[in-house]
């Protein structure tokens, strides 16, 4: 008795050979859904193998070299949008290095500036502050002339205040 006959001591052998299961199953998985009954094949009795046809077989054979063909396609596709890929990053990382030399030379470039106008600062500095001294004169002369009016009306308000408290 085999493995099987071990799990399934209930069933009965059918064969004349002895050990041998007319109803085992190897099992129902198969690719093309084809269900085997190997007890019937071994009586010869194939009626329930499920039989294909030409067409099917061209189908079949036309479908292989569609995917067969298919695999290159897909494998240049793939290829070639990673050296999409690769391009891109390329150029992303040479605008970069072209950003940061750009960066580079405006900095230098202010710098330069900044010494040019630190440099007039120096040279310039004189004229300049006798030009914000006169101009801090200016302002200091005319907030007090409006100090010294303000006050003028001031007085002249609190004036006439005191003569209506007198009259009334």
Do not use: C
């Amino acid at each position: 008795m085999g493995l099987l006959g071990l799990f399934n001591k209930d069933q009965k052998s059918s064969s004349s050979a002895p050990g041998f299961d007319t109803n085992f199953d190897v099992g129902n998985t198969s690719i093309n859904g084809q269900q085997y009954n190997w007890g019937s094949y071994m009586k010869g009795d194939f009626s329930s193998f499920k039989k294909i046809t030409p067409e099917e077989v061209e189908a079949a054979e036309i479908t292989a070299k569609e995917m067969t063909q298919q695999v290159g396609l897909y494998s240049r596709k793939n290829s070639a949008e990673t050296q999409s890929l690769e391009s891109v990053r390329r150029i992303h990382n040479t605008e970069q290095v072209h950003t940061r030399k750009r960066l580079d030379e405006v900095v230098q470039a202010r710098g330069q500036a900044v010494k040019t106008q630190e440099h007039l600062a120096q040279s310039v500095q004189p004229t300049l502050h006798e030009q914000n001294e006169r101009l801090g004169l200016a302002q200091e002369k005319g907030q007090r002339k409006i100090a010294m009016i303000s006050e003028h009306y001031e007085r002249r308000r609190s004036d006439l205040e005191k003569l209506r408290s007198n009259w009334g």
